[in-house]
């Protein structure tokens, strides 16, 4: 990057201050992004978990109310898959937000919204069949069985220490 130069001789001194001040917020920058964006990891958890909340007595499916709570969120809603064998989780939602933060909605064997997380891309590679399952047409998801996949990404998410048990 070029800096500006002063072209009064005058001003010179001016020139290393300038070049002193810059060189500080350069250094400064990345550590001030790397806050910024815990902020906003935050932030988004928060939203999400305000969501969860303001759907959760409302008498729609498990699939409305994961996408209301992707629109109350800002989210989109990239998949709603059924759980298999699990004794305590029925259901599992994933909402998409910027970059690679992923909400995670559950319900419970009883039928409520009951537990919710925010998960980064270290997971993608537990989403992306449950997301190529969702995005196909239901012709052929009648023929394929993503309870696996399912089951897989739940455990994925307790190990991390994410939708422990009641």
Not at 142 to 155: E, N
């Amino acid at each position: 990057m070029q800096k500006p130069k002063f072209k009064d001789r005058a001003r010179a001194p001016l020139q290393d201050q300038f070049d002193l001040e810059h060189e500080s917020v350069v250094a400064i920058t990345p550590i001030l992004r790397a806050i910024a964006y815990m902020a906003l990891d935050e932030l988004d958890l928060a939203i999400l978990q305000m969501a969860v909340e303001s759907v959760r007595s409302l008498s729609l499916s498990f699939n409305q109310k994961a996408a209301e709570i992707a629109t109350r969120s800002h989210g989109v809603l990239v998949f709603d898959v059924r759980v298999d064998g699990d004794s305590e989780v029925q259901r599992i939602a994933a909402i998409r937000y910027r970059a690679d933060q992923t909400g995670v909605v559950a319900l419970d064997r009883q039928g409520l919204v009951t537990r919710s997380c925010m998960v980064n891309g270290t997971f993608s590679h537990f989403i992306s069949p449950l997301e190529n399952w969702a995005s196909m047409p239901l012709s052929m998801q009648a023929k394929i069985d993503v309870t696996v996949h399912a089951g897989l990404f739940l455990g994925a998410l307790r190990n991390a220490g994410h939708m422990r048990g009641s």
